[in-house]
């Protein structure tokens, strides 16, 4: 599995998400409409402050989602030769695909692979790096087998 599924498999995994979200914020926003029918006094505000918290915390995942839709959809799977923004740098231990912060990506590959945004500390050591050069991640050396 390359690089085009890896996209593939993210981009589904963020509209799940986005769906996830948005059926939560409605149901939290109907809620809040019933309460709003049948409460009054200090209980209902108490109540009301609760959902519209977690209101703002739904619409906060969703706006990251969304960047992260968008981010994903500027990457190409094209052939890269230096650890970038769409490349995957593969190492003696593992297959790092700098695209978004995803995690561990349910591949078959014999390494595991990581999807990990462009400004995390990992993509930040082997930015600019080619094959044959060495990064270090939390004190652990890695060497550069390929970029593609």
């Known amino acids: 599995m390359k690089k085009k599924a890896w996209l593939e498999m993210m981009d589904a995994g963020v509209r799940d998400a986005l769906n996830r979200l948005q059926a939560d914020m409605t149901a939290l926003q109907e809620s809040r409409q019933a309460d709003t029918k049948s409460s009054a006094g200090d209980k209902h505000e108490t109540a009301r402050a609760m959902v519209d918290q977690e209101l703002h915390q739904l619409s906060q995942q969703r706006e990251k989602a969304l960047r992260n839709q968008s981010e994903l959809q500027q990457l190409s ?5 230096v650890a970038t923004r769409g490349a995957a740098v593969e190492t003696d231990r593992s297959i790092y695909f700098i695209s978004i912060s995803f995690g561990k990506l349910p591949a078959e590959d014999v390494k595991p ?3 990990l945004s462009p400004v995390s500390p990992a993509a930040q050591a082997m930015l600019g790096k080619r094959a044959g050069e060495v990064f270090e991640i939390n004190g652990m050396r890695h ?3 390929k970029v593609y």
């Open 113 to 115: 692979v990581y999807a």
């Open 77 to 81: 799977d094209a052939p890269c030769e």
């Open 143 to 145: 060497t550069i087998l």
